[in-house]
């Protein structure tokens, strides 16, 4: 074999693992572009209705709405935040969540009942079931839970090291879910630098 050929093949090579490279790394999405994902989710996911029966006593059972406010999800700050405000005849939960996406350690998809069970010691049932997007931080969050019965704030709390998205159907919580594990990598990537 020629030396000409043998280096116009050693190119060749090269350049075809440099293209493969590059264009492997075109396949994920941009934080801009995962930001903005998450962002429209949250402002599209309209308020959500179920209700909530706790059998064991005398078979309460309450509705309850939730709907999202304020969201904005911030890129160059590698932040998400969020106000849920739920809803039950005299009594309303405001929590305002800011998350610095990369403190985030676990992002996980569950059942509200199975995330409501770990609160309450009696049976607790949820129609229709709704699914609760948990993120979990390295450190507390910054923010408040306040309570109100009949418009009187009765509490004040701060959060703990545990955001929540609530969604109507296991699959949209999934997929923000992805898109907020996704941007947590990028964010501790780019928070412990290169």
């Known amino acids: 074999m ?3 050929s043998c280096r116009l093949g050693v190119l060749t090579a090269l350049l075809f693992v440099l293209l493969l490279q590059v264009s492997g790394q075109g396949t994920e999405p941009t934080l801009q572009d995962t930001m903005n994902f998450i962002a429209n989710g949250l402002n599209s996911r309209g308020t959500i209705s179920w209700t909530e029966t706790i059998p064991d006593v005398f078979g309460a059972s309450y509705a309850m709405m939730s709907s999202l406010t304020d969201v ?9 935040k969020w106000t849920n405000v739920y809803t039950s005849s005299d009594d309303k939960m405001v929590e305002t969540y800011l998350v610095n996406l990369g403190a985030v350690t676990n992002v996980g998809v569950e059942p509200y009942s199975q995330y409501r069970k770990s609160d309450l010691q009696f049976k607790f049932e949820v129609s229709p079931e ?7 931080t390295d450190a507390p969050l910054p ?11 009765k509490s004040e709390k701060k959060l703990s090291n545990e955001a929540r ?3 109507s159907d296991e699959q949209t919580a999934n997929t923000v879910s992805d ?4 941007a947590a990598k990028i964010c501790r990537t780019t928070r412990s630098g290169p």
Not at 143 to 153: A, I
Not at 179 to 182: A, F, K, Q, T
Request: glycine share 6%; net charge positive.
């Open 165 to 167: 998205l609530q969604f």
């Open 72 to 80: 904005n999800a911030n890129p160059s700050e590698c932040s998400l």
């Open 2 to 4: 020629k030396r000409g």
């Open 179 to 182: 898109r907020i594990r996704h």
């Open 143 to 153: 923010g408040n839970r306040d309570w109100y019965h009949k418009s009187k704030l």
């Open 130 to 136: 709704t699914y609760v997007v948990v993120m979990k």
